[in-house]
């Protein structure tokens, strides 16, 4: 009873910016991690950024400086600003989160269904 939902993925030009974000609802206690993992066909599932307990931010070295990932715990939500995106940046975009829920008040990874982001003139 707990899902990731991802949007505002879309085709952008080379040097333009984009905004991701993602909605996690359900029976939710709390979330400790959030963040963005994105996969091109043919190569690994890679780090983007993520958020741990809400304050400790990580970034993937391809996009240092130039994404921030930012959350709204009241909201459960974690969104990726995208800029001076490059045509290396093409890929699906993944929502990941470390949920604790009420019902057995277990601790469960979840992943969002994806969305797409294509740089390109």
């Known amino acids: 009873q707990v899902q990731l939902v991802e949007s505002g993925g879309g085709l952008v030009q080379p040097g333009g910016s984009l905004r991701l974000s993602c909605a996690a609802s359900g029976e939710i206690v709390s979330i400790n991690f959030m963040g963005w993992y994105r996969q091109a066909p043919g190569l690994e599932r890679e780090l983007v950024a993520d958020?741990?307990?809400?304050?400790?931010?990580n970034y993937g070295d391809s996009v240092k400086g130039r994404f921030t990932i930012s959350r709204d715990s009241s909201k459960n939500t974690v969104s990726l600003q995208m800029t001076s995106l490059k045509p290396e940046d093409t890929a699906v975009y993944y929502c990941?989160?470390?949920?604790?829920?009420?019902?057995?008040?277990?601790?469960?990874?979840?992943w969002g269904q994806g969305t797409q982001v294509t740089v390109s003139s």
């Open positions: 958020i741990v307990n809400g304050r400790t931010s």
């Open positions: 990941n989160a470390v949920i604790r829920r009420a019902s057995d008040y277990g601790v469960y990874e979840y």
